[in-house]
Structure formats: structure tokens, C-alpha cells
């Protein structure tokens, strides 16, 4: 499995930005970032695969960008225009594939960091 920490998280008002950090010990397959609040589902925000292709959930479209540097080994979430809603734990996670499917499911996703907390405030 994938080695993969997650940080950036924090508060924030809404209309503001964060930029989440995730060290991993490898970039050799699809990766993506997905988020959870209490008693919901967790759900996929993006994924980019090997080649850079990025997925996005509708939700965020237009507003977060996923982005790799392979030679740091770091996955980015640049998330801007925030708003309250977007609060939740964000996660970290990667696949054992090299291309991502389009459906940002969890269960294609075997290895997960810890999650980092990220609140918007009104």
C-alpha cells in the first residue's frame, strides 16, 4: 500500500482558499482527494491519474484543482472560493491502478492518509 500524510487543512471564511498537501511514497498511480462530514458518506472531490488527467466532482468544479509534483512526491488540492459547505475532513487516497476511473468511488481506493480537518465559516 501507498504511504500517504495529509496537511493544509484549517479556518477559513468563505470566499477564502487552502491548499491541502499530501506526501505520498509514490505517484505511480490514480490518486484523489475525497472528504467526509459527520453521519454522511464520504465523497470524491478529484483524481488525477499517472499521466496528470484530473477528474472533479460537480461540486467543485471551476473552484479546486487537484495538481502533482512528482518529483517532491506531493499531491495538491487547491481549493478557492470556499464556502461553508465545503467543511468537512478531507482525505488523501490512491488507487492500485494507473488510470482512474470516472467515477471518483471510493472503493477503488485502497490506501488513505488520515484526513485533515477544513472549516468554512459564513
Known amino acids: 500500500q501507498v504511504q500517504l500524510v495529509e496537511s493544509g487543512g484549517g479556518s477559513v471564511q468563505a470566499g477564502g482558499s487552502l491548499r491541502l498537501s499530501c506526501a505520498t511514497s509514490?505517484?505511480?498511480?490514480?490518486m484523489g482527494w475525497f472528504r467526509q462530514t459527520p453521519g454522511k458518506e464520504r465523497e470524491g472531490v478529484a483524481s488525477?491519474?499517472?499521466?496528470?488527467?484530473?477528474r472533479y466532482a460537480d461540486s467543485v468544479k471551476g473552484r479546486f484543482t487537484i495538481s502533482k509534483d512528482n518529483a517532491k512526491k506531493i499531491l495538491y488540492l487547491q481549493m478557492n472560493s470556499l464556502k461553508p459547505e465545503d467543511t468537512a475532513m478531507y482525505y488523501c487516497?490512491?488507487?492500485?491502478?494507473?488510470?482512474?476511473?470516472?467515477?471518483?468511488?471510493?472503493?477503488?481506493?485502497?490506501?488513505w492518509g488520515q484526513g485533515t480537518q477544513v472549516t468554512v465559516s459564513s
Open positions: 487516497a490512491a488507487t492500485p491502478y494507473v488510470f482512474c476511473s470516472g467515477a471518483l468511488a471510493v472503493s477503488d481506493y485502497n490506501s
Open positions: 509514490t505517484m505511480n498511480y490514480c
Open positions: 488525477i491519474d499517472r499521466g496528470g488527467s484530473q
